[in-house]
């Protein structure tokens, strides 16, 4: 069984521009959940996905967004990017979000010059 | 919501040696998970693990709900067990695809 892939894996942008990051979940689970790791603030939670509809948010500015299309593979938007904004961005996949173990892609690496 | 607590930040061991790391919750927790981010970032899930014991090789885990608290055992340490072990939950009765973690335990297995 394929695991969660996540794209591009590397992604280096400029102050003010927007990035798309894709994460294709393993097949047959249905929540996507998308997290934020840094050295200073450690791994902490954007949003989930689930069934298209976003289930729940993290404590975070609406530059941020997502979606999930009906394949369950999910996106991520960021707007005006800010050099605060580097990090690596992980996307975890899971049966149904709750109760179920989730499983992590490689994750992006988001540089910001 | 919840705090996650993990203990000791820091560790280093002998190839060959043992280790128990700890987390501490704050509150009451749904889906306790045990994760292994290797040197490359690659985030890795060792346990899904809400009460009792598991086992898996030389890796177990022990979650005492009620006493908010998990142990992650790793015996005969090598150097592949090198990288940071979070621990995770969500708050109970909350959303539940939202993992808080703790800062981690990073440890250093030397050959």
């Known amino acids: 069984k394929a695991g969660v892939t996540q794209t591009p894996r590397y992604l280096i942008k400029t102050r003010g521009q927007q990035v798309t990051l894709s994460c294709s979940p393993i097949?047959?689970?249905?929540?996507v959940s998308w997290y934020q790791q840094t050295p200073g603030q450690g791994l902490q939670f954007l949003f989930e996905y689930f069934s298209e509809t976003q289930r729940n948010k993290g404590n975070f500015p609406g530059r941020f967004s997502g979606r999930q299309f009906s394949n369950s593979r999910s996106e991520m938007n960021v707007s005006t990017l800010e050099l605060g904004d580097s990090a690596l961005y992980l996307c975890?996949?899971?049966?149904?979000?709750?109760?179920?173990?989730?499983?992590f892609g490689d994750g992006t690496r988001l540089s910001i010059l | 919501g919840i705090q996650v607590e993990q203990s000791p930040p820091d560790l280093i061991l002998q190839e060959g040696a043992n280790s128990t790391l700890r987390c501490n919750f704050s509150d009451s927790v749904n889906n306790l998970q045990w994760f292994h981010q290797n040197p490359w970032g690659q985030l890795i899930n060792l346990f899904y693990i809400p009460s009792g014991t598991k086992q898996n090789g030389r890796l177990s885990a022990t979650t005492v709900a009620t006493e908010r608290y998990s142990l992650l055992y790793i015996s005969s340490s090598q150097t592949t067990d090198s990288g940071v072990y979070f621990c995770a939950g969500t708050n109970y009765g909350g959303s539940q695809g939202n993992l808080i973690f703790g800062k981690g335990t990073k440890l250093s297995v030397k050959p």
């Open positions: 097949s047959g689970h249905r929540s």
């Open positions: 975890a996949s899971s049966y149904s979000g709750g109760f179920t173990p989730q499983h």
